[in-house]
Structure formats: C-alpha cells, structure tokens
C-alpha cells in the first residue's frame, strides 16, 4: 500500500483537466446539498480568458445566442461514487502514471495498481464531511474539471449560493458554487460583481426602510443607509485576522478587549460606485420593476454623473467610471441627444431575458413621464351621469403621448383609490413573447389574447386596419412591430376598462386626452392618464 506521504506528494497538482460529462456522476454532489464547490475558477471563449463581465452580457436583439462559453475549475471529490465509472478509471490510470514516474525517478519498487475505494476505505483519502476533522495527514482528491456553460450566471439572488456566484453547466444543468476565481478571469468580472453587490444591498436598506417612499430614495439617500448601517458592523470591532496569542489584551476567546478603529469610508466612494453603474441600474429597474427606486429621479442623478467626472478629471482624480472604461476620452453619453441617449442606454446595459427594444420602450415611457410629471388637484361640486354628488379630479390632463401605454402613478393622498384598484392595473403589460399569448394578470380572470388566433372579444373595439394587419400574420416578432404593439395594448386597455368598470370607474375625456374617474361611496377620485385617443 502505497505511504500517506508519497500519496500527499501525488496529489499536490489536481489531476485532469476532465470534461465533467464524460467523469461525474449524474447524482455527484455532497450529502445533502444541491451544488458543487469549485475553486479557481476560468472562463474561456474563442481560446482567450474572459470574465462574468462578457458571458452574463446578453447580445443585441433578438438573436440566438450561439456563444460556447467554457470554464474549469478544480472541484474536491468527496466520494469515489460521485465519479462515473468511465470517470473511475481514466481517475485511476493518471494517479497509478503518477506513482509509476515517482518510483522511477526515487529508484524504489511501486505496490500493486492504486484503486479510489481502497484508498477512501482506507482513510488515505478523505470522505466529504468526514468527522476525522482536518490534521496533517489528511489527503484530497482534486480534479480539474472543465465544461460549457448551461444557464447564466447567479449572483447573490440563488436560494443555493444566497451570498455567491451559482454556476450552471450545459452537462445535466449541474449546480456549482465557486468559491474562488482565476485573477484574471476576476479582474474581467468585477463590474459584474459590483452591479449585484449593489443591487443586493439597495434590497436589503429597502427592507428596512419600506415606510420611506420610493421618490425619496435617491443614491444620497442609499449611501447614507450605507454608512449607518452596514459600513461599521459591531461584529468587526474586535475581531483580528493577525493577532499575537500572547498579547494581555487577549480575552478568554481570544478577542482583543480594544476596538479597532477601520477605516473611515467617504461618501463620495459610496455615490462614485452608483454613478458608474447607474445606467445598468436604471435599465435593470425599468426591465424587473423590483420598485426598489424611482427611475426618474435616479435618470436625473445618471446625467449629472457626467458632469461630475468631467469635475473630477480636471483635479486629476478618476471618479464614478465601471472598471475598466476610465480610459475613455469622452463620457459616452455626453454628446448624444436625450432620445439618442435613451437608446445607448439599453444597448450599453442589455438585460438578461429583456429584448432590448423592449427595454428602450420603458426607457422611453419613463422619460415621457418626466415631461407630463405637473399634478393641480382641484374639487367642484357637479352633477354626475350616476348621480355621484362631489367630485375630485385634475382639471389638467397631460399632453398626448406617442407611448402607446403610459400609465401614471396613483396620487400618494388617494389611499382609497388605491384598496379598489389592483396593483397588476398600475404596471404597464408586457407584450407577448415568441408565442403571441397574454392572459389577465387577476386570479380570477380566464381572459386571453392570442395574436395569432383573434376572437371577436379581442377585437372588439380595436382599429380595423391594425386588426387585418395583425391576422395577416406577417409579422414576427411582437417588440419590433409598432402596430401589433398598438393593437395589443388597445385590447388589454379595453379589457382593463371592463373590470374598473366592475369596481366603479368611469372613463372621462377631455379633447384627445383620456382620465379615470373612480367612485368611492360619495366621493370620486380622478386618475390622469396619459393615452391618446387617434
């Protein structure tokens, strides 16, 4: 039997590279856990070293992504069963090649062929969640392993790697979490990581603060939670990594009784890493709705960013920039017109699993909403077609719009309106995807939109011409055609009608411009909407 030093000795290197489906098993994964660890991390495409920052970047429209990206990862094996049994013997020939050379080049006799069961038996090797604790002689089996990626990347949003990266391979959709990364496949990951950490933490001071309104939440306002509540920890006062176990000032837990004084954080740094990823937050908000910020008044923080770090170049100092962009000459934004700015945005800051048209077009809602943001609550005491004696309602309705859909918020004041109403009415629809179908978000509600199977109910109401365009059905793609567009969102607004109608809700008009007046006992309240009527 072959010594635990010399064993040590052969395992110094991992063994491999392995492709992962030709060496794990289909159940490979330690007792009681749904993922894999691995450790140094690489992320390869086209033969060159890349990082998250490129992978988790989704291509421009609507394109298949054909991209093969390919990782390895050195990845311990707890048990010889994780291993398939092809994987059990290319495992073994490499370890017995290994001893064989080490024989030759120290003159000595080799033992019979190594197999993994023995030496896991044996205690040579050590089982995943082995109670024998870590010592000395303890010995890992390490491979590299190497695959292509299945599903993009998850970081600090998986129920399974809560506070990590997930990592998903093409092989069987087999979970790992990686725990540490290549230096340069991190360093061209970096923008990645930040965007998440920041998007975490954004959550987490919202939890806390869920009675602030979401106007008032602006990155002065984030990077002040910051500093109050996260910046200092009390758990990282006393705590040392480097400490002289001989020290008086060691208590019985070996903790230091004198704080230690961090590092005091600016909060210029705090604004400067939500000026560089503004934009990635914007377009991420306006795609998910998280309703974590205001998009407007985050849009005005993103446009004064540039001129702040024209500020800050001139006194010399690189400020607000993603990692790895400081070296551009000129703001990206800075000469582009606001519609044109709009649209850089969003192919700037693609999100996964958004269109990017479909992305411009909330861009485009939210900045016609910036022009159309003046309210004038008034009161007048009238007569209604319901016999409804006083009414409340806003005398100015907005412009006409060339948004198609364009809901504005509830007055904070109108709370009453607000318990009649659904909340899925206040969030503007989104189109079909590749299948053309859309279903009433209440519970309750069978309605369905199919736009390639019409019934008289959907088109009810609808322009004819728009109608015989959509049955026609040359069309492809729902978020590239303004007027399939045009005629969905006149069907769901004429089913939306028909409900607040349900909940005692009248439609007014004034010219071209539409408002909802909603009925609450004696009192109305009026909603200004910003459609148009052609």
Known sequence: MISRRVLRELLQQPLGPYHDKDVLNEECR??????????????????????????????????????????????????????????????????????????????????????????????????????????????ELLLRIQGERGQPAVFMRADPAKDGLLWTSKDRFRQYEVLTMDVATYAFSENFFWRYRLLALMKEIVDRYRYVSIESRDPEWFADKYIQDFAYPEGDKHPRVIYDSADSDMDEERVPRTPRQPLRVHKSEILGLFAAHAEWLITNEVARRNKIFDVKVWDRFRKRVKKERREAARNGVVWGWPVGQESLEEDPISSASSEEDEDNIAKRNPVIGKPTPFVQRKLEIARKKRLNTRRRIESSVSESESDVQGHAYASDFSGDSDSPWEPEEFPTADKEVLRLVPWQFTIPPDPPDATGRWQCPLPSCQYKIDLRHLTEENKRDVDDKIIRYIMRKEWRNVYMDDAVVRGFLQMVRNHYNGHLMEFGVKIVKEGSRVGLLLAIDCVTHTRIGTTRTD
């Not at 450790?39 to 998250?52: M, R």
């Not at 920052?53 to 390895?72: A, I, N, T």
């Not at 398939?84 to 120290?106: A, F, N, Q, Y």
């Open 30 to 139: 330690p007792p009681e856990q749904p993922k894999l660890f691995l450790y140094s991390f690489v992320l390869e495409h086209n033969g060159l070293v890349i990082g998250l920052d490129e992978s988790e970047k989704p291509l421009e429209g609507q394109v298949e992504d054909h991209r093969k990206f390919r990782f390895r990862g050195t990845l311990k094996i707890g048990d010889p069963d994780w291993l398939s049994d092809w994987g059990v013997k290319l495992v073994e020939t490499e370890l017995d090649l290994r001893w064989s050379e080490w024989t030759l080049r120290e003159g000595v006799r080799r033992g019979p062929p190594l197999t993994l069961k023995e030496l896991y038996d044996s205690g040579q090797l050590k089982y995943s969640g082995s109670e024998r604790g870590d010592s000395g002689d303890d010995c």
